[in-house]
Nanobody
């Protein structure tokens, strides 16, 4: 079973950037979809971005134009580049893998999460 480990979180000022990494313990080549969710204190977990094995990407409206999801199959790693960060982006970010169906993405494996705090 593939395990997922996130890194790259931290404290950043508004307007700054961070890049999150999600390292898989095995090959990601045949994983249908990988994605990032986030959960802020007192809020429900929110889907941020997904990327399929074919390279198709989707984003939440709240991060479009600011965040970019990508993957490096040679390194078995998925990235989330976050630019123009806002205080509302403060959350624990979770990497996950799963399957995209016609009705949406269903994750079935999760990392432990990494904290992102946007504050001056």
């Amino acid at each position: 079973q593939v395990q997922l480990v996130e890194s790259g979180g931290g404290l950043v000022q508004p307007g700054g950037s961070l890049r999150l990494s999600c390292a898989a313990s095995g090959s990601i080549t045949n994983i249908n979809t990988m994605g990032w969710y986030r959960q802020a204190p007192g809020k429900q977990r929110e889907l941020v971005a997904t990327i399929t094995s074919g390279g198709s990407t989707k984003y939440a409206d709240s991060v479009k134009g600011r965040f970019t999801i990508s993957r490096d199959t040679a390194k078995n790693t998925v990235y989330l580049q976050m630019n123009s960060l806002k205080p509302d982006d403060t959350a624990v970010y979770y990497c996950n893998s799963g399957i995209s169906y016609g009705f949406g993405y269903v994750p079935n494996r999760w990392g432990q999460g990494t904290q992102v705090t946007v504050s001056s």
